[in-house]
């Protein structure tokens, strides 16, 4: 499986973005789809997570402003992120894994968001 994200980019607080991530390969295998994060000096962190026909996990962190979604005939999983804070900047990576509990086992190349004060 291989994921492309995109949609990243510089924007204000308080502004918004929208990431999205396309899976291709062995799209089968990509029974959860979510989104990863990690700052500068930070270790990577889970944003958020949709499974495939069902439900969503979210960060306490982002809960409330972010939102994540798929469509599975485009094999695409999204993250509309509203109200956005500097503690938002981050390189968001869209990741995938085949079943209902393991590692997330396929990562994209990552997207820079910034979010300026």
């Known amino acids: 499986v291989q994921l492309q994200a995109s949609g990243g980019g510089l924007v204000q607080a308080g502004g918004s973005l929208r990431l999205s991530c396309v899976a291709s390969?062995?799209?089968?295998?990509?029974?959860?789809m979510g989104w990863f994060r990690q700052a500068p000096g930070k270790e990577r962190e889970f944003v958020a997570t949709s499974r495939s026909g069902g439900n969503t996990y979210y960060a306490d962190s982002v809960k409330g402003r972010f939102t994540i979604s798929r469509d599975n005939a485009k094999s695409s999983v999204y993250l509309q992120m509203s109200s956005l804070k500097p503690e938002d900047t981050a390189v968001y990576y869209c990741?995938?894994?085949?079943?209902?509990?393991?590692?997330?086992?396929?990562w994209g190349q990552g997207t820079q968001v910034t979010v300026s004060s």
């Open positions: 390969g062995r799209t089968s295998s990509t029974y959860y």
């Open positions: 990741a995938a894994r085949p079943g209902l509990t393991g590692p997330y086992t396929y």
